[in-house]
T-cell receptor
Framework: GAGVSQTPSNKVTEKGKYVELRCDPISGHTALYWYRQSLGQGPEFLIYFQGTGAADDSGLPNDRFFAVRPEGSVSTLKIQRTERGDSAVYLC?????????????FGPGTRLTVL | AQKVTQAQTEISVVEKEDVTLDCVYETRDTTYYLFWYKQPPSGELVFLIRRNSFDEQNEISGRYSWNFQKSTSSFNFTITASQVVDSAVYFCALSEPSTDSWGKLQFGAGTQVVVTP
């Protein structure tokens, strides 16, 4: 079956611009996660959805970052007024349910470059 | 504070050698879950193994094995008879039920494994 997909695979933008990153989870997975991975580092948690609601957004670095999952499937991560420090690979993952023992399936990521 | 520590930045081996990756974690929970993920050059994280805190039995799955020791908070991972396709970055991760969102994974910094022919 289809895995987690993310679009675009690469995004280059200028400082100050607005960007949207999309994630399509595995069908039937109720939990969806966003992580950010900087070069040479492990993925860093951003936000977690259980269904349509954000169960935990404690990892969002500031109010320029926002994510939605209006129908409990596709999610969009939105970054306003991008800064050079936002450059990273943004990873999306989904799991059957939101409990911590569930295996998370990761997408290929979106590489964001802010010039 | 870093909850998962992978002290080895890079390990280089020759094919067929065994590789052991170290992982030390920190948690106050009595129930928690530990994971190993592989990130090949293509970039997509791949789940390898999962272990819960109340089962310290060490296991082998194909060429993979793991050594979970609660007394030292370590969850080490071994690849036996390494192959070139094992070249990747390996991440150890922790999930804690007591946190507000226990679905999230907390990752270590990763260990780069390089297997040469």
């Amino acid at each position: 079956g289809a895995g987690v997909s993310q679009t675009p695979s690469n995004k280059v933008t200028e400082k100050g611009k607005y960007v949207e990153l999309r994630c399509d989870p595995i069908s039937g997975h109720t939990a969806l996660y966003w992580y950010r991975q900087s070069l040479g580092q492990g993925p860093e948690f951003l936000i977690y959805f259980q269904g349509t609601g954000a169960a935990d957004d404690s990892g969002l670095p500031n109010d320029r970052f926002f994510a939605v999952r209006p129908e409990g499937s596709v999610s969009t991560l939105k970054i306003q007024r991008t800064e050079r420090g936002d450059s990273a690979v943004y990873l999306c993952a989904s799991s059957l349910m939101g409990q911590g023992y569930n295996e998370q399936f990761f997408g290929p990521g979106t590489r964001l470059t802010v010039l | 504070a870093q909850k998962v520590t992978q002290a080895q930045t890079e390990i280089s081996v020759v094919e067929k050698e065994d590789v052991t990756l170290d992982c030390v974690y920190e948690t106050r929970d009595t129930t928690y879950y530990l994971f190993w993920y592989k990130q090949p050059p293509s970039g997509e994280l791949v789940f390898l193994i999962r272990r819960n805190s109340f089962d310290e039995q060490n296991e082998i799955s194909g060429r993979y094995s793991w050594n979970f020791q609660k007394s030292t908070s370590s969850f080490n991972f071994t690849i036996t008879a390494s192959q070139v396709v094992d070249s990747a970055v390996y991440f150890c991760a922790l999930s804690e039920p007591s946190t507000d969102s226990w679905g999230k994974l907390q990752f270590g910094a990763g260990t780069q494994v390089v297997v040469t022919p």
